[in-house]
């Protein structure tokens, strides 16, 4: 099961992101505001659907590409001080932020880090009985597992001793067993651990009409904008990892407006970068890129022209990237959703 301080972290991203907000500007300019059920969940005959048509966001973790060249110089990242950035967290960094990190330089360079040797030592801290774990409790949980075979994935399997992929497949199984809608960020390292087992020949075969059920239970029309994206983006992310057919059409129109109506009003909106990020993802899953191609290339300059990461010139401040590893967690974060976001899409450029 996830542990507390894992789903606290992660929920609460944006409500940290705002009360640092004043510390954070002079290390990554934001965006201008103006601009229990017990139906049976395993069949033998089905599997999470491929669609090979499709590539998405979630198609690369694992074995992410790089970002085309003329995009990657567009970005301002100070790639000297990027490198160093995790040293001086060595002691506290998750197995979240070190898969950042990871994908980030393979995203800009195409390369691991210089520093793999000693990242991974780290990665190795975090494994108990072959199972991933966080720094805050010795019972492996989905999270940790998910970012743990994502570490592993992106480096070409180097470190394969120290997970049991059988064991892993267990806990995964359990997990299914007892699924709950309203778990819905659980639910989404879950699936997304499901699809990135099968790039090591691991399936796992669904009920994928049950499952898609079981999600779109989530009720996330009455929470803030804020929320309501997040919620959004993971039960679209969820509902496209178990069937890469569902569509808009299958969106219950009060959200569906609700999303469209906070795209009309973006520019009055003081959303985080890593917010603007996932609105973009959400329309790439919703098949709505023509749709809002205008509006998607003013959105990207922006994301592109208007941060910066790992500069000098505010190493020395007390909440830096350099001396903080919260500020130094939410940095790599913020720049690894542009990336992504970037990634998925190229011909936008």
């Given at each position: ?258 999303f469209e109506d906070i795209i009309k009003n973006l520019y009055k909106n003081d959303f985080s970068l890593t917010q603007y990020s996932k609105i973009l993802l959400i329309i790439d899953l919703l098949g709505f890129q023509q749709k809002y191609s205008k509006e998607i290339k003013i959105w990207l300059n922006k994301l592109i022209n208007h941060t910066k990461f790992f500069m000098s010139e505010i190493e020395n401040e007390e909440f830096s990237w350099k001396n903080d590893i919260t500020a130094f967690s ?20």
């Open positions: 099961m996830e542990k507390k301080h894992s789903e606290v972290s992660n929920q609460n991203e944006d409500n940290i992101i705002k009360k640092l907000k004043k510390a954070i500007k002079d290390n990554t300019e934001l965006l201008n505001p103006k601009m229990q059920d017990t139906d049976n969940v395993f069949v033998s005959e089905s599997n999470i659907r491929d669609n090979q048509e499709i590539n998405l966001f979630f198609d690369n973790i694992g074995n992410i590409p790089i970002l085309d060249i003329n995009v990657g110089n567009l970005l301002n990242i100070d790639k000297s001080n990027l490198l160093v950035s995790i040293i001086n967290h060595m002691d506290d960094v998750s197995l979240e932020t070190i898969y950042f990190y990871i994908s980030i330089f393979k995203m800009i360079t195409g390369d691991l880090p210089a520093n793999i040797s000693l990242i991974l030592s780290i990665v190795e801290n975090h494994s108990n009985k072959s199972l991933f774990i966080s720094r805050y409790n010795q019972n492996p949980d989905i999270i940790n597992n998910f970012y743990g075979l994502a570490i592993i994935s992106e480096t070409i399997k180097m470190n394969m001793n120290i997970i049991d992929l059988t064991r892993l497949k267990e806990l995964l199984l359990d997990e299914l067993k007892v699924i709950n809608h309203n778990k819905i960020l659980s639910n989404y390292y879950l699936f997304n651990c499901i699809n990135l087992l099968k790039k090591f020949n691991f399936n796992i075969e669904m009920n994928n009409d049950i499952l898609l059920r079981k999600i779109n239970e989530t009720q996330i029309n009455d929470t803030e904008k804020e929320e309501f994206i997040s919620n959004l983006f993971i039960i679209l992310s969820i509902s496209k990892l178990i069937d890469k057919n569902y569509s808009a059409k299958n969106i219950d129109n009060k959200s569906l407006k609700k939410i940095e790599v974060k913020m720049l690894y959703w542009i990336l992504i976001t970037c990634l998925q899409y190229q011909s936008f450029f």
